[in-house]
């Protein structure tokens, strides 16, 4: 029996988070730690869903997979019949709600599986166009920005409504990412910072306008520091830093996320934000050199302030490669 599948992987938000959603740019980079693979295989009567959130018949799955199967049944439409069933296995180790574009990943990986079973070629704008689909479903008002970093594979520079742009530079810097344990709610902080934005009181409305508009500043100091020949680490730092604090302003940090944060801080980084939606999830933080992100990789493990972390360089160079 024949049995196709497609893969993806995480991304990180660098910078924008939010703001982008009010056409202010965002920097994101693929994060290839973590990854998901999608199987279909041809089926009898009923499409049956293995995973580890779930495993039973797709039309029973939980709320939480409503845009897997909402694209799911979009895509038997447009191609297929209602009366065509799949065994749909997903293999992932992206941990779920926490801001690493796991609902976005799903999708592009699914998307693919799909057309590799049709055997038809997937072009990038037919394969946003579904995945936007899925990520309105999971976020209500998503910027888009999470799939277009999953399906170009590639480090971005993003605005709403114009072309994403690939983004090149060079550190000599690492990043340590680390995850809460506890899930985020990326629907919910975006609908929070709408509800705060549009707010009947002036002085939330204006601040939460101006608060917006800082951070997409920041993110355009950000992107300018990092395309000098040999980006100032205390630049960086003071930027990163700054996004956390509008973020916090924001009110979509949490406790745990606070905590994390400081405690890297404490232990060897020189600047640390949340990446994501925020409410729970995860962070990342700004080392110097790989010496130090492996002793900050250490320090977490023996703390109760992340459940796992990653280490990576903080190069686009390091985050490249082809099409999955």
């Not at 038997?76 to 997903?90: G, N, P, Y």
């Not at 799903?106 to 037919?126: M, Q, T, W």
């Not at 994403?164 to 340590?176: D, I, S």
């Not at 306008?209 to 003071?238: F, H, M, R, V, Y």
Request: hydrophobic share 35%; with cysteine; net charge negative.
């Amino acid at each position: 029996m024949r049995e196709i599948c497609g893969k993806s992987h995480g991304k990180l938000i660098l910078m924008g988070e939010h703001s982008v959603v009010y056409g202010q740019p965002s920097i994101a980079l693929p994060f290839r730690a973590v990854t998901i693979q999608v199987t279909l295989e041809p089926a009898g009567n009923y499409s049956y869903l293995f995973s580890d959130i779930y495993e039973g018949p797709v039309e029973e799955a939980p709320k939480k997979l409503d845009a897997l199967v909402g694209l799911f049944n979009r895509l038997r439409h447009d191609f297929l019949s209602s009366h065509d069933h799949f065994l749909i296995k997903v293999n992932s180790n992206i941990p779920v709600e926490r801001g690493l574009g796991s609902s976005a990943a799903l999708s592009v990986a699914f998307i693919r599986a799909f057309f590799n079973y049709l055997g038809k070629d997937l072009s990038n704008e037919v394969l946003l166009d579904y995945a936007d689909f899925a990520e309105t479903i999971s976020h209500g008002t998503p910027s888009g920005l999470d799939a277009r970093v999953t399906a170009y594979n590639q480090p971005l520079y993003f605005k709403k409504e114009e072309a994403a742009q690939p983004f090149h530079f060079h550190t000599p810097y690492w990043l340590v990412i680390a995850d809460t344990g506890i899930s985020g709610n990326t629907k919910q902080t975006v609908r929070n910072v709408r509800d705060a934005y549009e707010s009947p009181f002036a002085s939330r409305q204006i601040a939460t306008q101006k608060t917006i508009k800082n951070l997409g500043l920041l993110t355009t100091d950000l992107t300018q520091a990092l395309k000098t020949p040999q980006p100032s680490l205390e630049k960086l730092a003071k930027l990163i830093n700054a996004a956390q604090h509008d973020l916090t302003a924001l009110q979509v940090s949490s406790p745990e996320l606070s905590w994390g944060i400081d405690y890297m801080r404490q232990h060897g980084a020189v600047a640390a934000k949340l990446t994501g939606g925020g409410g729970g999830g995860c962070y990342y933080a700004l080392v110097p050199d790989r010496q130090t992100g492996e002793k900050l990789i250490q320090a977490l493990a023996d703390s109760p302030s992340a459940c796992q972390s990653w280490l990576m360089p903080f190069s686009s160079e390091s985050n490249t490669s082809e099409k999955e």
